[in-house]
């Protein structure tokens, strides 16, 4: 078969795999998704979805479809935990006239891929087979086999490329020996979902607050059904006591003071990682999403620059099958990786440090130079077009 005819061999239907696959199908590349689980995961992970990534589903057919399950959040603040104040108000109107999406999408990662995958197999090219594991693979040059471990057996298959879309536990990384260095975050991140109302906890505030403090910031987030309030928690504290109702319901209390009744929906305790893959290709292999890079999530960057990833891929695939030398897919890592390391690792890495600041003085300089970009609209529109991933249009 001529490289033409073979799909793309992509591993991992999380949704930076059922992202590439959809846009390369969209482009009559032929692309399959080879999923390890039976089922999508349903863990609770990402929530926002920025305007750049709107964008490219908008291109790929699915926006209308994810934007019905989302919220759109407008509004950006910024707060003091103590004394509590407001800091920054940033509406999102001010890159009204730079994008047809001047706002942040909250809709929940497993929402999202539950609507792409339908999607990528309604295309004439394009299939997901879950229960499909994949053990390792072979390049032989002019194309690629693979091999995934299946309820009746191993198979094999063969394609032009192999895309490691698999996650932070990449096989197809660990399999090329490619280095991911970075480091992990000391503070773990609790995630508390619950009924509350974003004016239950703190009045006034809008529905996405990053509210700074020293000792114990927190993040809210409005989605559809559901408040998720994610705290930092220290090391020395005992897991299971910290996940126990009584110890949950307490730390929302003792932040936020008294609230009404409310139920906790889901929790979610997660370690932090900053780490990037030392190239993103070997030969016929290419590493997407969080397998070539983690980001601190502060900021929801992470699934975002993913599928960032995959369009360019689509970008590059797209010229290569029109003639051009797959050579160019170096070009993909090189930008991808300099985009991962020089944008999204140093902005999240700066949100998390503005969260965390403990001297006076630079807690002072932060709030002016957060309280002044609010409220000038030059300065307001670039620093959402940078939070929204759109920083080449400032
Ligand atoms: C609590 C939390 C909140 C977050 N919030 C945000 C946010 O708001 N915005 C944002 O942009 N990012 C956020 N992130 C990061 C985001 O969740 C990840 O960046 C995103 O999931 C990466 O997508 P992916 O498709 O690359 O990998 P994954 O989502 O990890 O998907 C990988 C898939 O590959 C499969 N797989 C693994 N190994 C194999 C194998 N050998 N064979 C076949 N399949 C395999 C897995 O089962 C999985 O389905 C958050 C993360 C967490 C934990």
Not at 361 to 367: G, L
Request: net charge negative; aromatic share 8%.
């Amino acid at each position: 078969m001529s490289e033409k005819q073979l799909p793309i061999l992509i591993a991992g239907a999380g949704p930076v795999g059922l992202s590439l696959a959809l846009a390369l199908s969209r482009a009559g590349i032929p692309a399959e998704v080879f999923e390890m689980d039976a089922e999508l995961n349903t863990q609770i992970r990402a929530s926002t979805f920025h305007p750049k990534t709107l964008e490219m589903f908008k291109e790929w057919g699915v926006v209308d479809e994810i934007i019905q399950h989302g919220y759109k959040v407008d509004q950006l603040q910024y707060w003091e935990r103590a004394p509590r104040r407001l800091i920054a108000d940033f509406s999102y109107a001010s890159i009204a006239d730079d994008t047809a999406y001047p706002y942040r999408l909250q809709c929940p990662q497993h929402i999202a891929t539950r609507v792409l995958k339908p999607a990528v197999e309604a295309t004439a090219t394009g299939k997901v087979y879950m229960g499909h594991k994949l053990i390792d693979f072979a390049d032989h040059g002019t194309h690629v086999t693979a091999r995934f471990e299946t309820a009746s057996g191993i198979v094999e298959r063969e394609g032009s490329y192999i895309v490691g879309a698999d996650g932070s536990h990449s096989v197809v990384r660990k399999q090329l020996n490619i280095g991911f260095m970075g480091k992990t975050y000391e503070d773990r991140f609790l995630l508390i979902g619950s009924d509350l109302k974003t004016e239950d906890l703190l009045p006034g505030a809008a529905q996405v607050c990053y509210i700074f403090d020293p000792q114990e910031w927190v993040i809210i987030l409005n989605l559809p059904d559901i408040v998720r309030v994610v705290f930092r928690m220290t090391d020395d504290e005992n897991e299971e006591v910290a996940m126990k109702e009584e110890t949950l319901r307490a730390r929302i209390t003792n932040f936020f003071g008294k609230v009404p009744d409310y139920k906790i929906k889901t929790t979610q305790l997660y370690r932090v990682h900053q780490r990037v893959a030392d190239t993103f290709r070997v030969g016929r292999a290419l590493l997407v999403g969080d397998s070539a890079h983690n980001n601190n999530p502060s900021g929801g960057m992470g699934m975002n620059s993913g599928i960032h990833d995959a369009a360019n891929l689509t970008e590059k695939l797209v010229r290569i099958w029109n003639g051009e030398s797959y050579l160019i897919l170096d070009d993909y890592s090189n930008e991808r990786r300099q985009y991962a390391v020089e944008s999204v690792q140093l902005y999240t890495d700066q949100q998390y440090n503005n969260m965390v600041m403990s001297a006076e003085e630079e807690r002072e300089r932060r709030n002016k130079s957060l309280s002044g970009a609010a409220s000038d609209p030059a300065k307001a529109r670039a620093y959402l077009l940078r939070a929204s991933m759109l920083e080449e249009r400032i």
